[in-house]
């Protein structure tokens, strides 16, 4: 359209400089003047409207969580003296959902305009903000120009989790359980011995008692806490997960006075997964467990036990990104995994699987002195293969506390062992 337009304005100002040239008269050559004065203005103008020109953005946070919002704050200022009589940004985010393309009309000289961008989190991953390309035009549209911003930032979506009003493990299992007697870097509330101050060794160590008696500086030895670490084994093996087709994205409706309507998890069996397992790691970690996560989906990933807020944010990050991608079930992760784990650890099992080498698998643990859990996600309620009550029938009647979660199921309830099948929404984020 823009081309066709200067095409005409040139083809006038050819012909009106010809027909001057050929017959002398002075308004053929004043319309050549005019056409390109025209041309010379409105291509001026294109330039200085994408020139003299601050664009920023400004994200709070770059961490959120599925369910939660995302908010970001963009501002074009004016540095020039002339106006721009319109400026459209253009965004090239890949964070479904997230709009931040406008247009901006009638920005005065030396004005600021900005604006606030509120997205509700649907889908969890690491996601890309930018860049941008700001484009401008003439009056008369003629010329458009785009200046390009490759200025770009990630943001990293955990997935949702639920708050779990319990998670029943058998008995052997809870705090004050089987004692680890291993030393440890860190402080816990476990001193053991004595022994004489090193360099770089904390001050907090430090035993003044021992260090009055002795007439030189003593510190303390620690150990872990005498509780049973917690490993959750994600089941990503794509042959377990049915085939299934893209969830689209519901339109928000823009309105501010309209209450937003309660985030519920897409129809997806590895989203349901991964969601039970942070969730049950957020647990854990609540109660001042130790927990591991180890799981094979596109690469192999193995967060060691640890404790506290740190632990659940590395765990969150590496489910943020995990896709059942993976070609080992799950009895073959934890054939080469769990041989590192000590007696009386507690070993939870989260996977959509129906296949009897998961009880086979359970069991084997069993036998090594690990505790077992099973977190059961029922893939014949979102359209796969059926076996998954067979499976908890299975792991029950080896003592292992089994439960199921279903299509639509309330997360926390299924999972502290009251769940329901009647289309109850998720409760809030933990």
């Known amino acids: 359209m823009l081309e066709s337009r200067r095409l005409v304005v040139l083809a006038l100002f050819a012909a009106s400089l010809v027909g001057g040239f050929v017959t002398g008269r002075d308004i053929l050559f004043s319309l050549a003047y005019l056409w390109s004065s025209l041309l010379m203005i409105s291509f001026l103008w294109t330039w200085a409207g994408v020139s003299w020109l601050k664009l920023s953005r400004q994200t709070r946070v770059r961490r959120a969580q599925v369910g939660r919002p995302l908010e970001e704050r963009l501002a074009v200022h004016n540095t020039g003296r002339l106006p721009k009589l319109w400026i459209e940004i253009r965004d090239f985010s890949n964070l479904p959902g997230h709009r931040v393309s406008r247009v901006v009309e009638g920005l005065g000289p030396h004005a600021e305009r900005a604006w606030n961008v509120r997205t ?26 785009d200046r390009h911003l490759p ?26 359980g089987d004692a680890l007697r291993r030393r440890t870097h860190y402080v816990t509330p476990n001193a053991s011995t004595v022994r004489d101050y090193a360099p770089g060794d904390s001050f907090n160590r430090i035993h003044w008692p021992s260090t009055a008696r002795r007439n030189r500086l003593i ?36 309105a501010f006075w309209r209450r937003a309507p309660e985030f519920k998890l897409p129809p997806s069996v590895e989203e349901y ?15 001042d467990r130790a927990v591991g996560l180890a799981f094979y989906g596109q690469f192999r990933e193995v967060v060691q036990a640890d404790r506290g807020e740190r632990q659940l944010t590395r765990i969150l990050e590496s489910l943020a990104v995990v896709r059942a991608r993976g070609q080992l079930y799950l009895d073959e992760v934890l054939a080469i995994e769990a041989v590192q784990l000590a007696r009386g650890t507690t ?32 893939a014949a309620s979102f359209g796969g293969p059926p076996g998954t009550e067979g499976l908890a029938m299975l792991l029950r009647g080896a003592n292992i506390a089994t439960r199921i979660v279903h299509k639509d199921d309330d997360l926390a309830a299924a999972l502290a062992g009251g769940g329901s099948r009647n ?8």
């Open 151 to 176: 200025q770009i930032s990630n943001v990293v979506i955990y997935p949702y989790t639920v708050r779990l009003p319990e998670f029943e493990l058998p008995v052997g299992l809870l705090p004050g």
């Open 120 to 145: 509700i989190c649907r889908e969890r991953g690491r996601y890309r903000l930018g860049p941008l390309t700001v484009s401008a035009g003439d009056p008369f549209g003629l010329f458009q120009m």
């Open 347 to 378: 070993a939870i099992l989260v996977t959509p699987s129906a296949e009897n080498s998961v009880a086979v698998a359970a069991r084997s643990l069993q036998r090594r002195g690990l505790r077992v859990a099973a977190a059961l996600i029922d």
């Open 219 to 254: 510190v303390k030895e620690f150990e872990l806490d005498p509780q049973a670490d917690v490993w959750i084994f994600l089941d990503a093996c794509r042959h377990v997960y049915a085939p299934e087709g893209s969830v689209p994205i519901e339109e928000e409706d823009g």
């Open 423 to 430: 289309g109850v929404g998720l409760i809030g984020v933990g």
């Open 273 to 287: 997964a991964v969601s039970a397992a942070a969730s049950l790691a957020q647990y854990f970690i609540r109660l």
